[in-house]
């Protein structure tokens, strides 16, 4: 692998951001976010490859493919943070750093949020810095993963 580039891989319903519950998630739609972690990652040498899915399925391939096509993985799992093991065994068989990322404060909402499986995996969670938290998470995997 010559060039270092991180997965940036986000779950279900995110790619409606913008338009769903702005008053949860804000107005910054996908393609915003996405521009602007590739746009960090590039100031930090890094470059990004950008998923996003409804299906499960789709976000395990996508870090099973990391293992060889990426250093570290951002990951917004959505919903499925809270029902997800799956992607929570996936995570941790790549053996990649991993950013855990959630616009909004899942420990200020429903009880049922407050509980992430993706967590106990992440080297680094944040939440409720809207689409802030992407920025810190490469930076975070940047300096993590040094020069």
Same mark, same amino acid.
């Given at each position: ?22 008053? %949860? ?5 996908l ?5 602007? =972690? !590739? /746009? #960090? ?30 250093v ?10 809270h029902?997800? %093991? ?6 941790r068989?790549?053996?990649?750093? =991993? !950013? /855990? #990322? ?25 939440a ?20």
């Amino acid at each position: 692998m010559t060039e270092r580039r991180l997965l940036l891989l986000n779950g279900p319903n995110l790619n409606l951001l913008g338009t769903r519950q702005p008053e %949860v998630y804000g107005s910054t739609t996908l393609a915003e976010i996405e521009a602007k =972690v !590739a /746009e #960090v990652a590039k100031d930090a040498g890094l470059q990004v490859r950008a998923v996003q899915s409804n299906h499960e399925g789709v976000l395990v391939d996508a870090i099973h493919a990391a293992r060889t096509e990426c250093v570290g993985i951002i990951i917004n799992p959505a919903a499925y943070s809270h029902t997800s %093991v799956a992607i929570a065994d996936a995570l941790r068989s790549v053996g990649l750093p =991993v !950013a /855990e #990322v959630h616009l909004s404060n899942i420990h200020a909402r429903e009880e049922f949020r407050h509980h992430s499986y993706v967590s106990a995996v992440a080297d680094m969670v944040v939440a409720g810095a809207g689409p802030l938290g992407y920025e810190m998470a490469v930076q975070f995997l940047a300096d993590r993963l040094g020069p």
